[in-house]
């Protein structure tokens, strides 16, 4: 028996939910399709003036939608943006209110994708984001690591993602296993939207719980007892010249 990828095409969902709701209902707690917002924004002066305790960065703009649409930042004081600059009409407003404070937490949410085992590395580096800043950046996951254990994770594959996981650079592999590298490369992935709403919500509402111990904790990149521990968080990278720049990866998915 050969087996075939369960695979649709988003005109056929948008046509089964629209005969669904002919004889259920209308469905009410569906996002709508984000919108391009480009036109700035206008925030009072004296909102600017404060920063955030922490930030989420997403690498979709629907997951960003997501959280924000579920009241997340209210509920966590912090920022939520997309790795491609969601909200539009406020982010570059929002990312200077979040670099006024060097106490900043950054945290990654992520599908296991090469895209995504790549955005911590873009976070670190990229200018336009935290280039250049001591910040100690959390990784949420999903990585292929928690993926490995699991049995009912929607594990996908294409050549697409297989082309995009041989393009993986040199300092995001040092920070994979070779099981995760082989796993990436042959095009396997799971995306965060095969999640339901509530693990999501679960998995950043306990990421953010469980670092808050390491940050307290955290004083210097020689500090080995944060190596691994019961806290559930494993210390992946620190930066070459000593200074509290890393990252930090769950070893669990929520």
Known sequence: KITQPLQFKQSEITHWLSRWEEINGEVTNVLAPSREMSEPMQINSEVTAYSFDRVIVCDTTEIAQFLIANNFHFEHNCAV???DGYPENIFSTV????????????????????RGVTMINELR???????????????????????????????LKSDDSARQGRKIPAEVKQTL?????????????????????????????QGIAKTQAVANGYSSASDNSLDSGDDGIILIGIDDNNRNVGFFASDSFG
């Open 81 to 83: 943006l997309s790795i």
């Open 125 to 155: 580096n990229n200018p336009n984001w935290f280039g250049g800043n001591n910040l100690i950046i959390y990784d949420l996951g999903l990585l292929p690591r928690h993926v490995f254990p699991s049995k009912n994770m929607w594990i």
């Open 95 to 114: 990312m200077q209110m979040l670099k006024q404070n060097p106490d900043l937490k950054v945290y990654a949410f992520h599908s296991a994708t090469p």
């Open 177 to 205: 296993s070779i099981d995760e590298l082989a796993w990436l490369e042959a095009g396997f992935y799971v995306e965060l939207e095969s999640f339901s709403p509530r693990k999501l919500l679960q998995v950043v509402s």
